[in-house]
Nanobody, 116 residues
Framework: QVQLVESGGGLVQPGGSLTLSCAASIDIRDISVMEWYRQAPGKQRELVAS????????????HYKDSVKGRFTISRVNAKRSVYLQMNKLKPEDTAVYYC?????WGQGIQVIVSS
């Protein structure tokens, strides 16, 4: 059973930053795509960012939801079995539960609240 453990969420003021981490219980070197999703109250879960396989750090091909382009950065460190989501210039509309996904496996989700 693959386990994904997210961390780094919390409450932040608008304009602030957070970095989410997702640690996998398996070797991710052969994982082709790693993704971050989010689900706001009353809304469907949506893809926020993805990164394909490559080398260490943020060298794979990345994709972002339009509303987070230029503010969020996804990266992966295979040696740490982890994927990250650096979130800058956060807005209230970024408030959601964030999930990492590897293949068919989901993390438990972590809350991000952007509010003054």
């Amino acid at each position: 059973q693959v386990q994904l453990v997210e961390s780094g969420g919390g409450l932040v003021q608008p304009g602030g930053s957070l970095t989410l981490s997702c640690a996998a219980s398996i070797d991710i070197r052969d994982i082709s795509v790693m993704e971050w999703y989010r689900q706001a109250p009353g809304k469907q879960r949506e893809l926020v960012a993805s990164i394909d396989s490559g080398f260490t750090h943020d060298s794979g091909f990345t994709h972002y939801k339009d509303s987070v382009k230029g503010r969020f950065t996804i990266s992966r460190v295979n040696a740490k079995r982890s994927v990250y989501l650096q979130m800058n210039k956060l807005k209230p509309e970024d408030t959601a539960v964030y999930y990492c996904k590897i293949e068919t496996y989901w993390g438990q989700g972590i809350q991000v609240i952007v509010s003054s």
